[in-house]
């Protein structure tokens, strides 16, 4: 795993000559175990920085808002933002690159790779442990985590609290980056879509009932979508009014507005949300797992999206995050696209 | 049978094409199923995904897209954006368990008024064995 | 009334309860939640706390308030429709989800009583739990006049003294529900009572965070309205709803109609939650949003629950659940903020 020192120094080199504005990296949180998100501004506050298994954000999420202040700000600092990424992370950052939703010029990329191992998925860990509170989770380069809890050490195969996107993960290294830490360590990966598998192969009727069961969960917090740097678009389809009303809007057009879905957390709105969303996040996905993470109702989102990343694979050919210069996938097309479907 | 199942089926067809294929069929008295509720819209390419999800969570038993020929497409490539976004619809639609028949795509030129009718009559047919839609319906 | 009931006996008395909706915590997944159930076959105490309180009964996420239709008379025929009347029975419930309600039932009383909410209020049973293990790691009742045991809002607390339960019941309601089977419960012994003293004041011993002089912090937050300090707590913030949805005393709501058909005009009017985090929570209808950023909202969920509401009820509306640390994506931890709140400027 990489050093956090050297991370840390390259952190105050960019602080003090006044590269960046500011950094967005990793800091721990005061539940003791896991990181949560740091906004370093000053080269005495890198001693906050840390890279651990537990890093497990997309931080990416953040350029989404910083490009937000910057608009309203009369006079804002033009300097690049620094931002710490792994290499799921960074992929976000392409499609941003890609859809022009930021510029390469604005952002200071410190990349670091997964090498041979990933981030905690801090459920599993908790399982793992019965609920016991961990105070310490290391890699030991073996594919091993050592546990450090109240009663001692423990060590567990990595593979047993891996965050799931990280054992899928076929490119564990930033694919841009202005620095990079640690080696690019190819991953052996014999099936990225294993994890659907589970799914796809229940009949029709589970398959329906699977999802109504875990959708009719959903208590519409919208965290999935608030957490992901890919739902930026300034209004939503569920929200109840438009973002997109000024002084001059009228009557009229706010009272056309159409509302497609209802506020309320029944099933039939709950699909048309997450319909909605997987469709919307095809093609720009990429797999950082953050929505399913934090979804306070354990619904299994990746699924749905891992879905539309198999089929836009399959069906196009088409990866997202790795390519800037490419067209995203449903503003493009090729002659030669599938219409066996088509009557 | 007075109280056979009737399903409703919403169909986005695009004006310059199927539309006028859809026309073309009701001015020559071709017979074909009633089931249909049309819905104009310029080009097949401009069927948002989310206007799928709203026929269905309003109720719609079967839902189709339909446009023009590959290369006929009035605005040139709206249908080859279409046939690509159609196509994960599908498979999201299909993929948390919807009954693959609900949900169709045709190619329906502004000639072919007998293969609209082909299209709804087998379309009807599909879907009447599999009753209503209650999935993704607003149960209001 | 105090009463043992061996845990032998506790489905014998759940199952002369049958008359009563009954609500347990379910274990479904990796996840606790209150559900209808038919038998509890024995609460297990060391259950964590529910990733949604009992206000999900009390005040569902969604109510029906009424129905309306077209019609040729009257123009619109409406129908009020109030929660089905079935006295109900929650099990398990943890003691600061029971005193949110006692917070609650603030806001829903006063020159208007909601019929909805008090209907289900008052039809409602609410049986605690003694947290003798603090169910998250984030709990700080004690810190906000709450205690594992404490027995505001509940009709009957029960502690579990390993092969039995110590039953305290607090009101008539309760008392109603051991009369219903006298038999399987029995006179406590001293021993009893000792060891309930015990496991009582071990309980707040586990207890391992806390608010210091939380008292100074209705009367710092007053002047630090405009500060800068919510910009800088607010960084990290993704503006989801889990931390007002999840908690036990917020009770924001919105009233929509959802229309089943424009012509004939039918459908509902539904109340469901709403959200002080969400952007569009003050978006006015001009395109003004009073509180335009996350600062403002963050800000406006700390003043809320720690000077307003103190306010206005003379009580913090807060429980210390730990709900909104443990599940907030960003680890944003309300005891931090207001640790830092009240040392700000100091
Ligand atoms: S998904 Fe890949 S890049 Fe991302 S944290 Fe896991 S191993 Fe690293
Ligand atoms: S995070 Fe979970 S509960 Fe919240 S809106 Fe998303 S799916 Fe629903
Ligand atoms: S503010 Fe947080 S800790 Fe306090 S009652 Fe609400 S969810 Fe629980
Ligand atoms: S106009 Fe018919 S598909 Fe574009």
Known sequence: MVKVEDIKKEAKRILKEGKVKYIIGYKKSTNGLMSVPAFIESPEDVENLIWDPTCVYNLTRFLVDEKRRKAREKNPDERPVGIVVKGCDSRAIIVLLQEKFINRENIYVLGISCETTGVLDEKKLLKKLNGKKAEKVEYDEKDNFIITTLDGKSKVPADEILAERCLECRANFPVINDILFGEKVDRKLDNRFKSLEKIESLSKEKRWGFWKEQLDKCIRCYACRSVCPMCYCDECVVDTINFAVTADTTAEEKAQRIKWVEKSPTTSENFVYHFVRAIHLAGRCIDCGECERVCPMDIPLRFLNKKMEKEAKELFDYDAGFDPDQPSLVSCFKDEDPEDFIR | ?140 | MEKILTKKSFSKWVKKLESYKIYAPVKNDDLWNYEIIDIPESIQPDYPNTVLSPKKIIFPQREIFLEFKASNEEGLEVKEILPEERPAIIFGVRPCDARALTLTDNVFKGDFEDPYYWKRRNQTILIGLTCNIPPSFDCFCLSVGGSPHSKDGLDILMTDLEDKYYIESLTKKGNQLINLAKDCFEEPKVMDKKDLEKIQANSEIQIKRQIKDIKKIPKKLKGMFDTPFWDKESLSCIQCGICTYLCPTCHCFDINDEVASSAPLKGKRVRTWDNCQFPDFTMHSSGHNPRPDKASRLRQRILHKFQYFVELYENFQCVGCGRCISKCPVGIDIIEVLDKVRDYGL
């Open chain 2, 1 to 140: 049978m007075t109280d056979e199942f009737e399903p409703r089926i919403v169909a986005f067809l695009c004006k310059w094409c199927s539309s006028a294929g859809s026309d073309l069929a009701g001015v020559s008295r071709m017979e074909y199923p009633s089931n249909v509720l049309p819905i104009t819209v310029m080009c097949s390419g401009s069927v948002s995904p989310l206007y799928i999800f709203s026929a269905f969570n309003k109720g719609a038993d079967g839902v189709l897209v339909s446009g023009c020929h590959p290369g006929d497409c009035h605005y040139l490539k709206g249908n080859y954006y279409a046939r690509r976004r159609i196509a994960l619809v599908k498979k999201l639609l299909e993929f948390i368990g919807l009954e693959p028949q609900r949900f169709q795509m045709s190619w329906v030129s502004a000639a072919e008024g007998k293969k609209y009718t082909q299209v709804i009559k087998d379309f009807v047919k599909e879907i009447k064995p599999l009753g209503p839609q209650t999935k993704l319906r607003r149960n209001q």
